[in-house]
């Protein structure tokens, strides 16, 4: 099926309004009788009380938003799934699209999907996109660029495509698509994780090393793959991989234990969150604590076998996961400080997540009536921020009460 390539997106500005808080107490929300959400661990009581939360609208108009980043002075950089990339000022007034996008094939899960700027960019002004990139006839697939903001923010200079997954496929699913800057002992190292779905249609290629299908990889800020990747000259495999047996995974973060965390979709159960590490294999589509679509078991049926990454955690039934961002501020108190974010886009919650001795240990379902939520992310401000995918989606700040 062709994909409609998308515009160059002259689309008339909108100019958007703020704040008028939706005042919403997370507190509230909890205490409401929440439609059946099944939750595969114990609730605990939380071990100190949570902080009431107000959802504050910073900015609204944007077309199935997918990723948040932050620039200086208050300003974010907001991607639309439809080929667009915004700065969004910080009053919540958008600014037309940024120009000098490359081509990008927009439709089904596809379009301009993740954005991260370089730890250094107060100084070089650098950011890092992935989306669909056309191939022939009606192949695409997922891409991850670099380039430089111009001084004004209008527009993109010094594009360079730095990594396009191989092969091309006729699909419009399964993109994967998140960008990670690699640190080590907290430091960036000069590399960036990236997320690559299975496109649904070529399942099995997750477990070939030929490929780069179902796959995490490593890739250089200046492009290629570094000389200590797992699977650099070794015959049949790509120097790129990372770790492999990937389903979608459209969550993904370093942690505060200097390790990367990533979430990926399921099919009908069995989404899940692992850590994955280099070489490894995390099992899709031979084992899945999930089963396919018509019901039918995944591989044998199995959940675990010996040689395959079990996850750290899964959710079943799925809950769509999206988003990804562990909380380092101290802004929500205790409680919160530490705590793993994760969006539903299924259940249409903000999942927060308690973690002990690296294991999760209780989840908390929050901003239950926003919608889907597309991304978490925290500000430079330690505030957390959510956007939510609808045509008329919204970049929200999650405000702390006194
Ligand atoms: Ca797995």
Redesign the pocket.
Known sequence: MALPLTPPAPTAIRLIVIAASVCLSASAVLAQAPVPVPVPVPVPAPSAASPSVTAQTVATGLQHPWAVAFLPEGRFLVTERPGRLRVVDADGKLQPPVQGLPEVVAGGQGGLLDVVTDSDFARNRTLYFCYSEPGQGTTNSTALASARLSADRQRLEDVKVLFSQQPKVSSTAHFGCRVVERRVDGKPDGTLFLTLGDRFSRRDDAQKLDNHLGKIVRVGKDGGAPKDNPFVGKAGALPEIWSY?HRNSQGATMGPDGRLWQHEHGAQGGD?I?LPQPGKN???PL??FGVNYDGSQIGDGSSVKPGLEP?LHHWTPSIAPSGMAFLASDKYGPAWKGNLFVGSLKFQYLDRIELKDGKVVAEHQLLQDLGRIRDVRQGPDGLLYVLTDSPMGKLVRLQPQP
């Open positions: 047996g899940e692992n995390y099992g899709w084992v899945s996850p």
